[in-house]
């Protein structure tokens, strides 16, 4: 009797023993698949060494001169060739950080001949994505050519020609289709402008305050 006891308390004892060591190896078992669970949580949100970069977003990507990102009013409009215009200034011009310029000629003065025999007149308002950098800047697409051109070839106004304009006109940087260079320096922008019968006018901008 008393062997029997004693081999049904070591009994008891190993079940004792083998229920406790289970208990471990359940927790050790539940410690490891929280840690897996939370290296899967990280998944996306680190990047391993090594690994390719997205691609900038098109904001990220535009080529614009940091100088240009503003509002600039034309402060002074210089006729090159000889042909002694005056007025042309008033107009605005905006450039965003993603590449956009957007000229505005609600408020721009009429260029007229020293003689006062005939005017360029300029109206409405134009944008297009554009690349500028290092004084160099060109049109990469027009995104609304809205402005028209109207020019006077006499007093009598005898000839006159009226047309909308596919490009950013006059005071567009650049003005036509091609390139163009710029100066940009503090609240002073300066470049050259050509467009309809004015061939070759340099144009300065002063920025506007905010």
């Not at 308390?9 to 023993?17: G, H, L, M, P, V």
């Not at 949580?41 to 090594?50: A, F, I, S, W, Y």
């Not at 000629?105 to 690349?131: C, F, H, K, P």
């Given at each position: ?10 009994k ?15 927790e ?5 698949i929280?840690?897996?669970l ?30 240009l ?8 409009v210089?006729d ?33 001949w020293?003689?006062?025999?005939g ?33 006077v ?10 047309k909308?304009l ?7 940087l650049p ?24 061939s ?11």
């Amino acid at each position: 009797m008393l062997e029997t006891l004693r081999t049904t308390a070591e009994k008891i004892a190993f079940t004792r023993d083998t229920v406790q060591e289970t208990k471990r190896q359940m927790e050790r078992t539940k410690q490891v698949i929280a840690d897996m669970l939370n290296k899967l949580g990280d998944c996306g949100k680190k990047k391993p060494e090594g690994a390719p970069t997205a691609s900038p977003s098109p904001t990220e990507s535009a080529k614009i001169d940091p100088c240009l990102i503003g509002t600039w009013t034309a402060s002074s409009v210089k006729d090159n060739t000889g042909m002694h215009y005056a007025g042309g200034t008033g107009f605005k011009v905006t450039f965003t950080s993603d590449g956009r310029e957007t000229v505005d000629y609600s408020g721009m003065q009429r260029l007229t001949w020293a003689n006062g025999d005939g005017r360029l007149i300029y109206t409405g308002r134009a944008t297009a994505v554009i690349e500028a950098k290092d004084g160099s800047a060109k049109i990469d697409r027009i995104e609304n050519a809205g402005v028209t051109f109207t020019g006077v070839f006499s007093v009598a106004d005898a000839a006159k020609k009226t047309k909308s304009l596919p490009d950013l006109g006059i005071g567009g940087l650049p003005s036509g289709k091609g390139t163009g260079s710029y100066t940009c320096s503090g609240d002073t922008l300066v470049y050259k402008a050509s467009h309809a019968f004015a061939s070759d006018l340099t144009v300065t901008l002063t920025r506007a305050k905010q």
